[in-house]
């Protein structure tokens, strides 16, 4: 599915700065993260937009950590990312569906899940929960990874599990 890549952007920087500002979360170490981090990375990942760079936003559904191919899909793609990617290129956003009265337990369950999965698995790009529930358009969605190509001015959307064919497409992307 493609999306007007001018169309994401808008909502990934105003959303993240709006998510970020008031619900900064760092998921390795499961303290909020201070201002001035937070407007380095969406600084940083808008300078590299603007320089045409690939970005990725990757998207995580709370409900697919029950999905072993779904996560072994993520794993494989963070594994064989270029480290650029692994640091500061990309993003995460842990999605919940919203659980009415309970939702405030449930972030917090998710949160040290998230937290044991990061550290686990080394990964060293900022994973964040969806505490106002910003990204609630991509519930149902499932998990998978968004990458905007500078370049191309496009935007494309990859569900989880990837199949082979999508692993080549995204790492070609990346390393042009």
């Keep these: 599915m493609k999306v007007k890549f001018s169309d994401w952007l808008i909502f990934l920087v105003f959303g993240g700065l709006v998510f970020f500002h008031f619900h900064g979360f ?22 590299s937009q603007d320089e045409g760079n690939t970005l990725l936003l990757f998207i995580l559904d709370f409900e697919d950590f029950t999905c072993l191919s779904c ?10 990312l270029p480290s650029p990617y692994k640091n500061f290129q990309a993003w995460g956003v842990l999605i919940l569906k919203d659980r009415g009265e309970d ?21 060293a790009f900022p994973i964040l929960v969806d505490r106002s529930r910003i990204f609630s358009a991509l519930e149902g ?3 998978g990874v968004v990458l905007f190509d500078g370049k191309r001015k496009t935007c494309q959307w990859y569900d989880f599990p990837l199949t082979g064919e999508q692993f080549e497409e995204v790492f070609a992307r990346l390393t042009q």
Excluded at 71 to 80: H, I, K, P, V
């Design 103 to 123: 939702r405030g337990r449930a972030v917090r369950i998710a949160e040290k899940k998230l937290r044991g999965f990061v550290r686990a698995n080394g990964i």
């Design 71 to 80: 996560l072994d899909s993520f794993l494989g793609l963070y594994r064989m």
């Design 26 to 47: 760092d998921a390795l170490e499961g303290t909020a993260l201070p201002q001035r981090n937070v407007l380095s990375i969406v600084g940083a990942m808008t300078e």
């Design 141 to 143: 969605k499932g998990s």
